[in-house]
């Protein structure tokens, strides 16, 4: 790295962001380990955490290990602070709320889920989010001004270098909204906004079963139907922000696309078609949770209904694998409370549909999916700022 040259406070910068990176990257080290990887001299690091201690970004810890090594004082390490910064994610739906918040090391210190139902305004959403998040810090015992960066979930397309809401049929009043630009001022701190099942699939690589494949796809699959694709690291966005809306696939049976809330497709497939599927199966007054519920527990005429449903979510599913060839396809959503009979019949009705068969499974994230994703949004933007010079 650079010993020398340029101005000093730019080659300061450099020297302190080589030296968080390194420490990110690798965990605690010893001063001279920290000078031998990051190819600065001894002076130099000592110089450079001397400042970052100060600044509270670094810290001093003993070496656990080095006292059954050797006698005497045990070593000491130098490690980052995990409390030094902290990141907020949160998943704003029709009908709930939940924030997670996050210390740099990506450690879950605290969250808070909330019931949108009855919230008609984006005004009112927002006041509910804001006082959301700062319970959620409270809760977790965090200092606001260490918040360094919020990530944001919703439903819909979004604009995700601005932050803006360009569409949003089932959010009262979240259609063109700029969101970043609403909750920007009672952070006080970067806002990233981002599509919910977008940020699903961010999730599924960070905490779920994704993190060696090459290509992702997460399918949200609860009342609404939506995809997030992942190639390498980079979300799959298309020109306008609405890849993904498998939603909105034109099915044999059903309306075309127009103002109405659900799409074509997942008027098929979705939970208020799964409820119907078993009124036609003589389960009187069977919501879909509970159908779900007895698939997974074996119940035949469940069971019936969750096959007829998997064969009509492969009508869609089958087009993006043929398209994407992915690596792993995740499913998460409502749905996932089938386990794996719906799992075993996605896979049968799939077998001759494809070229090649990507691996499946179901999300084991539960409904964190959209938050987790959110925090590691926010995670990427504070390591951007900490570990690279701008």
Do not use: K
Not at 100 to 109: Q, S
Not at 295 to 308: K, N
């Amino acid at each position: 790295m650079i010993d020398g040259g340029g101005g000093p406070a730019l080659l300061r910068r450099i020297n302190e962001s080589t030296v968080l990176a390194r420490l990110h990257r690798a965990g605690p080290l010893r001063l001279g380990d920290l000078s031998d990887r990051t190819e600065l001299s001894r002076q130099t690091i000592a110089q450079v955490v001397a400042s970052l201690v100060d600044d509270g970004l670094v810290e001093y810890v003993e070496d656990d290990q080095s006292g059954r090594r050797s006698p005497g004082r045990p070593a000491r390490l130098v490690r980052l602070r995990p409390d030094a910064a902290h990141v907020v994610g949160i998943d704003i739906g029709p009908h709930r709320t939940l924030a997670v918040v996050a210390d740099l090391t990506g450690r879950i210190v605290a969250e808070d889920r909330g019931d949108s139902s009855r919230l008609h305004s984006s005004d009112e959403m927002l006041a509910h989010v804001r006082a959301q998040v700062h319970e959620t810090l409270a809760r977790g015992g965090v200092d606001p001004g260490t918040v360094r960066a919020v990530g944001v979930g919703t439903p819909g397309i979004v604009e995700a270098e601005h932050g803006v809401v360009v569409r949003a049929p089932d959010m009262p009043g979240w259609t063109s909204i700029d969101l970043a630009d609403r909750l920007r001022p009672a952070f006080g701190c970067p806002v990233m906004v981002e599509n919910d099942v977008n940020l699903a699939v961010l999730a599924e690589r960070w905490r779920g079963d994704g993190p060696d494949a090459g290509i992702v796809v997460a399918v949200q699959w609860g009342s609404r139907v939506g995809a997030g694709i992942l190639v390498g690291d980079r979300l799959l966005r298309g020109a306008h922000g609405a890849a993904g809306e498998v939603g909105f696939l034109p099915a044999a049976q059903g309306p075309p696309i127009g103002a109405a809330t659900l799409g074509p497709f997942e008027r098929r497939v979705g939970t208020t078609a799964i409820a119907e599927l078993a009124n036609d199966d003589a389960t009187p007054d069977d919501p879909a949770s509970a159908t779900l519920t007895a698939a997974r527990a074996g119940d035949p005429t469940a069971l019936r209904v969750i096959d007829t449903v998997a064969a009509r979510f492969v009508e869609g599913l089958a087009p993006l694998v043929l398209i994407l060839d992915p690596d792993l396809v995740v499913i998460g959503g409502g749905v996932v409370r089938a386990g794996p009979p719906l799992l075993e019949a996605i896979e049968r009705h799939l077998h001759g549909r494809t070229l090649v068969r990507p691996t499946l499974a179901l999300s084991t994230l539960g409904d964190h999916a959209v938050a987790f994703g959110a925090a590691r949004l926010a995670l990427d933007e504070v390591e951007r700022r900490l570990f690279t010079v701008r």
